[in-house]
């Protein structure tokens, strides 16, 4: 089976979710060639993505934390960076798996990168997806 390429580009601001959305993902993907990137926060990932696309990767996983508190800073945040990051993967045809998560709760953050909903471990099944649509891999 041919192997693919990704690049897994994290912000590490909250390292112990980040960190358990990064295991996650090389556990899907752990018979492929990975690379981590890693980047101080979420508003950071887009051009650490952007740098990733020019290694040529069949896709980038970008993963981080974001907590919502009560000013609209984590909002305008998401928005930038998503609206980047869909740009970006437009332009290219690369996937782009964007997998930074707005919590408003420690459960949520638990939830959402150490436990059963671990985004990182979505990213990385979405990734092998796309590559497979892509016709270089092959099976489900």
């Keep these: ?7 897994i580009v994290v ?3 909250h390292w112990k979710y980040a960190e358990g959305m990064v295991k996650a993902a090389r556990k899907v993907l752990q018979r492929h060639g990975v690379e981590v990137v890693r980047v101080p926060g ?6 650490a993505v952007k740098r990733a696309l020019k290694k040529k990767p069949d896709a980038v996983l970008a993963l981080g934390l974001v907590w ?17 990051l ?3 993967m437009l332009e290219t045809e690369v996937p782009i798996l964007h ?3 707005g919590v408003k709760t420690e459960r949520q953050a638990k939830a959402r990168c ?4 671990n985004r990182g471990k979505e990213a990385a099944e979405a990734a092998l ?5 892509k016709g270089v891999g092959r099976g489900r």
């Design 1 to 7: 089976m041919k192997k693919g390429k990704f690049i």
């Design 11 to 13: 912000a590490d601001y």
């Design 42 to 47: 979420t508003f950071e990932v887009p051009l």
């Design 68 to 84: 919502q508190g009560e000013t609209l800073h984590a909002d305008l945040i998401l928005k930038a960076a998503t609206e980047a």
């Design 86 to 88: 869909m740009r970006m």
């Design 99 to 101: 997998h930074l998560v």
């Design 114 to 117: 150490l436990g059963k909903l």
């Design 129 to 133: 997806r796309m590559w497979r649509v």
